[in-house]
């Protein structure tokens, strides 16, 4: 069972969630939470991705998204999975996301809000962070690859400050020829 100061801590990221929540107004929901304390967090985010090898012809943009917070949370790190169909090098077929660099460099003060942050950009097939080390999916890998090699314009697939609320902009896709 998580301690007080553990239980304080979940209670603080699902505050800085719903501020995230706010920022990325229809970009991002949470739709479920779990546990007292928290121990499971499901959000719709909405950022353009590719569904299977067929994009940009078939893309998947509303994306259902778990987090699980281990019992030493926030000394371990969470684990994330995309419920929803996806197509990407960083995340296994199974739907767990690889949190490589995040787990290898994870700091107890990094929040949820952040980790979400870093998803959405996993989502957006953001070349900063996809296809970095050892590929979750070696096909996806390969797909990524290639497609970028032709036409490196069409990832990421958005950037995450057009999708902020604050910017009060219309949200416009890359369009690819």
Not at 52 to 60: A, G, K, V
Not at 149 to 169: E, I, K, Q
Request: aromatic share 6%; hydrophobic share 40%.
């Amino acid at each position: 069972m998580p301690s007080d100061a553990h239980a304080s801590r979940r209670q603080a990221d699902i505050a800085k969630l719903l501020e995230l929540q706010t920022e990325f107004r229809g970009f991002v929901s949470i739709t479920r939470t779990a546990g007292n304390p928290v121990t499971s967090v499901e959000l719709e985010i909405k950022v353009k991705t590719a569904r299977n090898s067929r994009f940009p012809e078939e893309t998947q943009v509303s994306n259902a998204v778990r987090i699980e917070l281990p019992a030493r949370y926030p000394l371990e790190p969470p684990t994330v999975k995309i419920t929803s169909p996806i197509y990407n090098p960083n995340v296994f077929p199974s739907g767990l996301i690889c949190l490589g660099e995040l787990r290898e460099h994870w700091n107890p003060t990094t929040n949820l809000a952040l980790v979400v942050k870093w998803v959405m950009k996993i989502l957006a097939l953001d070349p900063t962070l996809v296809g970095h080390g050892a590929p979750a999916n070696h096909e996806a890998a390969q797909w990524y690859s290639a497609a970028k090699h032709r036409n490196s314009a069409m990832f990421p697939t958005v950037r995450l400050d057009s999708l902020r609320a604050s910017t009060h902009r219309t949200i416009q896709w890359r369009t690819i020829k």
